[in-house]
Structures are given as C-alpha cells and as structure tokens.
C-alpha cells in the first residue's frame, strides 16, 4: 500500500515555505517552455550572478584535494596554503571523515575570535557550533526551547518562513509581533508586551523571541537602543533569545551600523537571559548558499541544558566539512597587505558596493510606482513593498499575474506575514543593475495595467 495524505500528520500538511512555493514551481515549469524568468524570490547570489571570492574557492580546493599543495602550490598564494595546511592538521583525516559534533576546533576557535574582534567581548570557542547554513542551527534550539504544544515562540511579523515552518513542524503556537512599517519596520515595545499578554490569556507559555537583525525580509537594521529594548523586554519575561544575524555584513546607509545582541547584552551586564545568535556564509558577501556553512553561539546556558544541545548537535554527527572551511573563510579572511588579502578586499567592496547601489536603486524605482510604497532597504537583501490592489485580489493573485505576465518571480507578502488590510510582496535586490532595471520597468507596467 501506498503513502498517502490521509497517512500523514497534520503538522507537515500545516508547514508552508512561501519562498519555494506554488508561484516558483509555476515558474520554473515556465522556464523550461523557453520563458525568461527573473528569480526575486529568494536570496541566493550566485544564482543571480555573483562571483564566488578566489581566496575561498582556493582554500576549498586546496582542503578537498591536498594533493594540490604537492603539485601546484605555485598556482596558490602562501598565505593560503597556510591556512589550508591549518585546517587540515586540525583534520587529519580530511574533508571526508566526520568531525566533532560541535564542529572542527581550529574553525570554532576562528569564530570565537571574529566575536571577539568585532565586539570586544569575551568568546569561547566551546560556546560554538558549527551548522549546516544558520537554518540547522535555527531548528535545534527551537527544538530545545519547546517542550509542550501550549509553548509558544515569538517571531516578527513579516517573518522568514524558516521560523513558521519549523514552529509549525514542532507542533508549537506562533506568536507573531508586527514590526511597525510606518517607522522603517522597528520592534515597538508595545507590539511585544500586547502579544505575550493575548498569549498568556490564551493559556500559551511564551518561551523563546526571535529577531531578524538586519530584516528578512523588511531591509530594516535595529539600533542598540532597540536592542536594550528588546534585551529587557526578554528578561522581564523570562525568554530565550534568538538572533538571526546573518545579514550583519549587508548594511547600506551610513548612519547605520550593525550590533550584535552579544555585544549589547554583554554591555548591559544581563547573564539570565540565554541568548543564540546565527551567523551564515551564504548571505553577507560570500554568497555560499550551497556549501552550508553557518555557526551558532550561545550564552548563558547552563553547562547541564548546553550538553542537551551537544546531545542533539551529535544527533546529525557533524556539519559538513566543506561548509566548515567556509565559515573559516568567513571569519578569517586573508590579511592585508597580502597578495590575497588585496584581491579578497577588492572582491568583497564591489560586491558590497555594487548591493548598496541596487538597494537604492530598488527602493527609489519601486517608489515612483503609482500605488506601491518602499522604505529603504537599510540592510539584509530584500524590499518588501506595500502594494495597492484592486477590491477582492489577493497578493498571492498579484504575483502569479506578474509571474505570467511579465516574468518576475517575487512572493507574496502572505508568504511572511503582514498587517491584516495591506498587501505586500518580498523581492531581493541580487539581480545585475541592468536586470534590476528592467523589472523595475516591468512591474511598473503591469502594475498600472492591473490597477
């Protein structure tokens, strides 16, 4: 007999992945009938055109084939054979044999240090875990912080799905706070205090809060101020943190600046609050979406709970390797004043600046549209406009249209979450300038035409 949906539980027939969902299957089979599709729908770089760094891509190489530090170590720079000889002693059996649960040590003690440098705070390197991507490590320590299905998990609203889907699969309640649009999407103390109190009236158990830090997909970047805020808020309440800080590279503005909720909890001398922050080689400027390279710290945990979370790191063995060496990449890049720490600066600026350009090129042209209204894309990679629509259509009806229509593929705002009454969708900002351009002309077009 075969599987079938009446066979399968109700939380996997709830999770929904907005992200990859019914719009981008229509648009890959349209794809294959010889369309151009214009893919806004998720935020993977390299698909889009961007260039892989050359200091990871030899470091990879060089620690997948070592053989290569025999016969064409003229091909690679010193400092790169270095750090591959590095990685490599810490892993005597290669990228082929598993590591430790938490991950390789030379790499967790990298990660420790790129903390300690950016936010000149303490940092141990057995307070870190190597993750497949900042997504393995999300899910783990969801499936620590609920223990019932009364418990309850806040999360921004709009929102990345990986935070609904999981709650969803983990049979948890969804405590969404709106993230106020009219003030560039900031967390409003308000907004926080209303939904534990409707939790707690409905008999859920607040556990966990998590914040997105630069925004996914809202673009917004928090300022410590709103960061103390949030800080006290948990610890008024009794909630573990989780800060998702994988887009803390990806900041435009000049009066902005990323800060880590370590940083600012360290600073503010709070130890009963546990707090995981996330980090990922496949956003910022590496783009590595497909090696899965991510990492996850935590603090104030009791040794007792933290062997809990060794208990289920060791459950999927280890992270991949090749993601591992990734993470080094990321944390330690080549210094300056080398041949390969000039190339790796020069690479990682015209990827940066070339994002800051189309974040306001983005934001700018979306804003000259009758009908659709952009704040700017502070950080992260995505907008998130509000959209006018005609009396009866829904946002996930608008995007198939354009889909159809013009070829663009974006999600629809219901896909993250918004206020009840508006209509928005989420694109990123990764297609080339001219690309970009051309959909801004597009969906301009369809706009006043669906209107």
Known sequence: MTLTLQ?????????????????????????????????????????????????????????EYPALMEHAAAHFP??????????????????????????????REAVAEFIRERDGIPADAESIYLTDGASKGVQTVLRMVVA????????PIPQYPLYSASITLLGAQQLG?????????????????????????????????????PGNPTGAVLDEANIRMVVDFAQRHSLTILADEVYQENVYRAEDRFVSFAKVMHAMGVTDVTLFSFHSCSKGYLGECGHRGG??????????????????????????LPGQVAVHAMV??????????????KERSAILDSLKERALLLAAGL?????????????????????????GKTDAEYCMALLLETGICVVP????????????????????TAKLEQMVERLARFHAAYR
């Open 78 to 107: 010193a400092e790169v054979l270095e750090t591959a000889r590095g990685i490599l002693k810490a892993s005597p059996h290669g990228l082929g044999a598993y590591s430790e649960s938490k991950g390789i040590k030379v790499v």
């Open 332 to 345: 330690r890049p080549p210094r300056s004043g080398t041949p390969s720490g000039e190339l790796f600066a």
């Open 177 to 213: 706070y709106y993230l106020d649009e009219e003030r560039s999407f900031g967390l409003s103390l308000g907004q926080l205090e209303d939904t534990v109190a409707k939790a707690k009236a409905a008999g859920i158990r607040p556990r966990a809060l998590c914040v997105i830090n």
């Open 148 to 155: 019932e299905p009364t418990d309850g998990v806040l999360i």
């Open 413 to 432: 705002g219901s896909g993250f979450g918004q206020l009840p009454g508006t209509a928005h969708f989420r694109t990123t900002i990764l297609p080339p």
């Open 367 to 391: 804003n000259r549209v009758e009908g659709i209204r952009c704040n700017a894309v502070a950080g992260a990679m995505y907008a998130f406009p509000e959209i006018k629509l005609p009396p």
């Open 295 to 320: 990492y996850l710290e935590v603090r104030n945990l009791p040794a007792d709970v933290e062997a809990q979370l060794l208990k289920l790191q060791s459950v999927s063995l280890c992270s991949n």
């Open 7 to 63: 066979d399968l539980g109700k939380v996997v027939l709830d999770t929904e992945y907005a992200v990859r969902g019914p719009i981008v299957l229509r648009a890959r089979e349209l794809e294959l009938e010889g369309r151009e599709i214009i893919y806004c729908n998720i935020g993977n770089p390299q698909a889009l055109g961007q260039k892989p760094l050359t200091y990871l891509r030899q470091l990879l190489a060089l620690c």
